[in-house]
Every structure is written in structure tokens, then in C-alpha cells.
């Protein structure tokens, strides 16, 4: 990739002379669709962002929303806020997926850390080709075992999150990684340079020529050769270094030490650099040479544009730099004083290691740098969804292959090899609707959900992304929590394809107006578009991490008791497009109407699962009912259920979920006027699940169950 003509001409326009090599590079990068989003910042103002727990909205490194505080707080001096952040490591994750999805999980991480917070939960949601590819299973293998070993070594717990797989994500896969932090509201720190004549201090790592060109390799489609040709581009994590980097922030934020920070990301230095000063309103005179560097004779270009990790940027007032690098010796870190901010522009300078003389290699307006990049006018063409085409298929074949599909099946073999409960705050584990923190400072439960389905945004783009954001909500009332806040990934393909950018634009709309029905502000996220290659665009993929709070930290739990009945609540959309019968049993429909009082909806839920009576609580989305009930039945617990119909098995319109109670008279008296409530049957002891459905009846026991839906860990094991 490189500066184009018309990208040129500005910048020469503005300087009022050519660009010098170095400043070429910065802008080709800081004007990249990866940092400038430039096709898709024309369609974020769809997103409402404002709301009373916000604190700090989009446009940092991460949000910040304040958590509501209940009388079981362990403190009551001040505040307690959360940050959220999401990132995409989708390009590095194809081309070394150990390595690529490692600092995926280090950059969100350092995110959460410039904000002054301390992290507490990740969670992945990974899409990837179709299992039964060889490559796609060696993706996988690789992104899950790179998440694994850096979110491990650093100690912070994988709660949530999901795995898909399509066949459109074969030659473009997609590692998506949410950060929830935890502070209090006096160690707030934000990503804005504060004060002319502070000190910029670089702490971490050293810089070394990994990850060059990061930001504009994210920003242009995958080649076929990108594997071998691309490896440059991908860096290379060490999270060891990263704990200690965790640990001397909390130290250097604790002392009062920073005045802002920034992580150093795309582009480099010198896209933390001059972001966090041009927020400011300031500029920066940086020495480059200054830089701790791990590799010999590296150029001025190198330097600024190398994105090796475990690095942060700080601002620190001048009286406090002798004790900011008191601090880094103290865990083993690097720490260079690099230059400091100004009144002026963006200034950088070089001096040789022959010791040349010193000579200036980057001079332009701060603001003009970080936010000059035009925005794209692309053509775009509106999705059609799909006409009526139900398939006449065998139920028990149907039953089998949606139970069984890698979709919808047990990824207790990724989550195992997560160590979830470090920390000592999961009250609620991987493996069920959400995740639930136990955040003892404000008394409060925080619950996690987060991800997408391929499958219904391929089948109606705006629909399909109402539904993820109204199926995340969902997993969080399933444990009896109101949504707090929201962060969104939007991955996407080649936006210079006018069809594709249509679906991408329906899916920014679609997310947009369900999360606003459901009263969820979008505090932050992400864009990664190009994700494209010789194999075809990906689907859209609005993925979507939602936080909500409950009082306390108890949870209804997912799989059956065995005591009550078992009724269904909320409206069927009336049709199958987008579900995984479909996908499974070929044919086609359109998407399911979603509820218009959505809202609403998901209150009484929420209230219901935290009812005495309740003693289960699941959702119905991915499979239907055919996988909700599947994944409840325990040794001990099953159900007997009969149904009217096929479809009603199957049908994934989200906003509904299964209820097992003791009182299921109180239950329709809540949901009355609110959504239709119908009985299913009641749950067993004896750990089987019977099905009738229409004149069919389907029997299974647990251990036949199990092996159904054990296919990833069968296959990877």
C-alpha cells in the first residue's frame, strides 16, 4: 500500500512542500482505512452514545461508564467505573495465527490499561471457515492457543465470548477481542494530552522492526501469498512482559504519575504520539534516537512505525520523571524520555547512529495528521432477502445435524483452555448464556455477553444485526441483568464492492437502531474493513459486546434442575431465514420479525430469572429450541417436551427463552401484555431429553447428547 495521488496532493496542499519519507509513511498509515475509517466514520453517527452511566464515550483508547452501586459494596468512598474496548486481529490471525491473535489479546489489554484501569475479563469471539477444512481447524488451533497462552500468562480471565463458522471466512478469518477494566473513578486517565512542556516517556519494551506497516497491511485485502509474503507485518507478543507492564501501570496510576497514555498500536509510536497529542489541541517535539531499541542501525522510519508490543506512551509532568523510571526498573522495563509536548506542530528528529547530524524527519500540523483524512463516498447496493423455500426434511437427520453443527456444538474445548478464573471474581463461567463478574467494590454482578451469527447477517444484513444485538441482550436477562453499556466490532469486506458495502452499511444501521430500542448506549469499538480475499468477502459481522448489571452475583443457571415446568417465553418471528436448520437441510427463508417492544421484553425476563421460583433460565437463538434444550439436560435433569411443529424446533427468532419454575402461574402473570408465554412440558430426573413434535417423537440420553455435541473436541483432541 502506499500514499495515493489524491492523498498526496493534500498533504503537499497543506505542508506547502512535498512530504519527507518519514512523513510519507505516517500518513499512509494514519490515513488508512484501519486508523482513519475512512469508508465506515460517515455511518457511526447511527450509533447514540449518550447516557448517564457514560463517562468516557468513543474516541479513546477505551470507554469508561460508572457502575451503579448496591448495598453489598465492599467500598462506598467514591465511584466505581468499568472500560470497555473491542479490537479485530483479523489480517495478523490468517497470516501466524499464534501469534496474531496473542497481541490481539495484548493490544486491548494496554487499551484498558491507558485509561487507568486495571483488567478484568476478556472475552473472543472468533470466526473462522468451515470446520471441516483442514486450514480452518489449523486457524483455529492456532488463534485459541495464542489467546490462550498470553491472556494466561498475564492473568486475566476469558469469561465470554463465541465461535462461528462459515465457509466465506476461509481465506479471511476474524479474531475479535473485548477488554473489561475495573477503577475507581479518581484514577481516571484518558488518552488527551493535558499540558504543554510534559514529558512524553516511553515505558515497555523495546522497539525492534515487528510489525512494520501494521496499520496499512490491516487496510488492504489479503493476497494469496499473504501468509509467507505478510509475516513482516505480524507481531510478536511476550506476555511477560505485558504482566509487568499491567502491574507498573497500576503503580505509576496509583502514585498520580500520569497525566494521559496512550498504547502504542497501529502505526506505531507514531500513531500514539501524535493522537494523544493532537486530542490535547497540542503538538510534540520527539527524538527518535532517544527510543530504547532491541535491534542495531534502525532507521528513523523503523522507529516510528515499528509496532512491537508491550509499549505505552505516557505523559508525565517533568518533576515526575525520575520516579516513572524508578518505577520501570523496578519491574524490568525499558523507559526512554522521547521529547515533550508542545504549543507547535508534530516535530520529529533523528540523529544517526555514526552519529550523524541531527536532521528533521517529520514536521506537520498534529490535528491535520490524526483527523485530516477525507472520508470515502462509496456506492453501495441494498441486500434482497431471500424468498420461502423450507426444505421436507427427516426430523431425527434434522435434529442430529443442528444439535451436532460446529455452530451450535459444545466449544468447551476452546474455553477449557482459558484460565477463567483468575482473579477470583467469575461467578458465572464460559460455557452459559453470559459470564458474570462478581465486582465486590460496588456490591454489583457484571454480566458479559458477546458476539454474532454469519448466518443471519448473510441472510438479511439490517435484520441480522438487530437480532445479535437483541440475542446479546437476551444472554444477559437470561441471568437476570439489565444492560449497562456496549462496545461493537464491525468487520467487514473490500467497501469498494458497492454490494458490500451495502451490507455493511445495513448492519452499522441495523445494530444501531436495536440497540437504541433497548436503551443500550455504543460507547466504543471497532472497524475492520478489507477483509476480503482471493476466496471472496467475508459476511458482515457486527460483532457486539454487551456489559449489564444485577444486583448481587447469583445467576438461575443454564441447565435443567429437574423440579419444574418448563414453558417458553416470547413470540416466534415466523420464519426460518439465517437458522442452522437451513444452513444444515439446504433451502431458504426470510428472517424472522423480531418484537417491536423489545425492551420491554427482555425487563420481564430479567426480573423473572431473578424470581425464587425460577430454577433454570436459557436462551433460544443459535439452533432453536432443538439446541437450548439439548445443552439443558444434565445427568440428572432432562425434559419431556412436545411441540406443534418442525418449524417451532427450529425457529431462531432471539428475544425468547426457556424458563423452568416452580411457580409458572406467576410467570404468565409477569409476562402478560408483554410477550406470549406457552408451555412446553415439565423437566425430569432421570437426564433424557423427549421430544414430540406433531406426530414424531425423539429420545435421547445424555451421553448420546453429549457425543453430539462434542464435534470440535472430538475432531481437535
Known amino acids: 500500500m502506499s500514499l495515493s495521488d489524491a492523498d498526496r496532493e493534500l498533504v503537499v496542499a497543506e505542508l506547502g512542500r512535498d512530504p519527507t519519507p518519514a512523513e ?115 486457524l483455529l488451533e492456532g488463534v485459541v492457543e495464542g489467546i490462550a497462552d498470553y491472556g494466561n500468562a498475564i492473568g486475566v480471565p476469558t469469561v465470554a465470548g463465541s465461535v462461528e463458522f462459515h465457509e466465506d471466512y476461509e481465506g479471511n478469518p476474524l479474531v475479535n477481542v473485548a477488554c473489561v477494566g475495573l477503577l475507581d473513578a479518581d484514577r481516571l486517565v484518558t488518552a488527551e494530552a493535558q499540558s504543554a512542556g510534559n514529558k512524553l516517556v516511553l515505558v515497555g519494551n523495546a522497539t525492534g522492526r515487528d510489525g512494520l506497516g501494521g496499520a496499512s497491511f490491516a487496510s488492504e485485502d489479503l493476497a494469496e501469498d499473504a501468509e509467507t509474503e505478510d509475516r513482516p507485518a505480524v507481531q510478536v507478543g511476550d506476555p511477560y512482559s505485558e504482566k509487568l507492564l499491567v502491574e507498573a501501570n497500576e503503580e505509576l496510576v496509583t ?305 435443567f434442575a429437574g423440579e419444574g415446568e418448563l414453558l417458553l417465553v416470547g413470540d416466534s418471528g415466523g420464519a426460518l431465514g439465517g437458522s442452522e436448520y437451513l444452513a444444515r437441510m439446504g433451502g431458504s427463508d426470510a428472517f424472522p420479525e423480531l418484537p417491536a417492544d423489545a425492551g420491554d421484553v427482555l425487563t420481564t425476563l430479567a426480573d423473572v430469572a431473578d424470581a425464587e421460583t425460577t430454577l433454570a433460565v436459557h436462551d433460544v437463538s443459535h439452533g432453536g429450541l432443538a439446541v437450548s434444550l439439548a445443552e439443558m439436560v444434565t445427568a440428572d435433569a432432562g425434559a419431556d417436551v412436545a411441540l406443534d411443529s418442525v418449524f417451532t424446533l427450529f425457529d431462531e427468532t432471539p428475544g425468547r427463552a426457556v424458563v423452568e419454575t416452580t411457580d409458572a402461574d406467576a410467570v404468565r402473570e409477569a409476562f402478560d401484555g408483554v410477550a406470549p408465554v406457552t408451555t412446553l412440558g415439565a423437566a425430569t430426573d432421570d437426564g433424557r431429553l423427549s421430544l414430540s413434535v406433531a406426530d414424531e417423537t425423539l429420545d435421547y440420553g445424555v451421553n448420546e447428547i453429549v457425543d453430539l455435541r462434542d464435534v470440535i473436541a472430538r475432531e481437535l483432541d
Open 255 to 559: 502514585d498520580g504519575l500520569v497525566e494521559s497514555a496512550r498504547d502504542l498500536g497501529a502505526a506505531g509510536l507514531g500513531g500514539a504520539s501524535s493522537e494523544l497529542v493532537a486530542k490535547g489541541g497540542f503538538g510534540a517535539e520527539i527524538a527518535l534516537d532517544r527510543v530504547h531499541q532491541r535491534e542495531p542501525n534502525m532507521s528513523a522510519l523503523e522507529i516510528l512505525l515499528a509496532e512491537s508490543q508491550e509499549r505505552m506512551c505516557y505523559e508525565v509532568r517533568p518533576e515526575h520523571v525520575d520516579r516513572v523510571a524508578e518505577i520501570a526498573e523496578k519491574y524490568d522495563l525499558g523507559c526512554s524520555v522521547i521529547g515533550e509536548v508542545t504549543e507547535g506542530n508534530y516535530v520529529c528528529t533523528f540523529e544517526g547512529s555514526e552519529g550523524n547530524q541531527r536532521e528533521t524527519v517529520v514536521d506537520v500540523p498534529p490535528e491535520f495528521l490524526a483527523e485530516g483524512a477525507p472520508m470515502n463516498d462509496l456506492d453501495s447496493v441494498a441486500p434482497e432477502q431471500p424468498d420461502r423455500d423450507l426444505p421436507d426434511a427427516d426430523l431425527t437427520a434434522a435434529f442430529e445435524a443442528v444439535v451436532g453443527s460446529p455452530n451450535t456444538a459444545s466449544k468447551r474445548w476452546v474455553y477449557r483452555q482459558y484460565d477463567h478464573e483468575v482473579g477470583l471474581r467469575t461467578a458465572v463461567r464460559p460455557g452459559d448464556d453470559a459470564a458474570v463478574m462478581a465486582i465486590r467494590d460496588a456490591g454489583v454482578g457484571l454480566a458479559i455477553s458477546a458476539g454474532a451469527n454469519p448466518n443471519w447477517t448473510t441472510c438479511a444484513p439490517y435484520d441480522g444485526a438487530r437480532a445479535v444485538a437483541l440475542e446479546n441482550a437476551t444472554n444477559l436477562a437470561t441471568k437476570g441483568a439489565t444492560p449497562l453499556a456496549a462496545v461493537d466490532c464491525l468487520n467487514g469486506g473490500n467497501p469498494e464492492k458497492p454490494d458490500v458495502y451495502g451490507g455493511f452499511e445495513a448492519v452499522v444501521d441495523g445494530l444501531a437502531d436495536m440497540c437504541r430500542a433497548l436503551s443500550v448506549p455504543v460507547v466504543g469499538g471497532n472497524v475492520s474493513l478489507y477483509n476480503d480475499s482471493v476466496a471472496g468477502p467475508i459476511p458482515p459481522t457486527p460483532t457486539l459486546a454487551v456489559v449489564g448489571t444485577k444486583a448481587g452475583y447469583e445467576a438461575p443457571p443454564a441447565a
Open 24 to 138: 510519507t509513511v505516517l500518513f499512509e498509515n494514519l490515513w488508512s482505512e484501519h486508523c482513519a475509517y475512512r469508508s465506515s466514520r460517515p455511518l457511526l453517527s447511527a450509533f447514540s452514545s449518550e447516557g448517564d452511566q457514560v463517562v468516557v464515550g468513543p474516541g479513546d483508547d477505551a470507554a469508561v461508564v460508572r457502575l451503579p452501586t448496591s448495598d453489598g459494596a465492599e467500598t462506598t468512598d467514591g465511584e466505581t467505573y468499568v472500560t470497555m474496548g473491542i479490537e479485530s486481529h483479523n489480517h495478523p490471525s490468517y497470516v501466524d495465527p499464534y501469534d496474531g491473535a496473542a497481541t490481539g489479546v495484548g493490544g486491548i489489554v494496554r487499551d484498558t490499561l491507558s485509561m487507568g484501569a486495571y483488567p478484568i475479563a476478556l472475552a473472543d469471539s472468533l470466526y473462522f471457515g468451515d470446520f471441516d477444512r483442514e486450514h480452518s481447524r489449523y
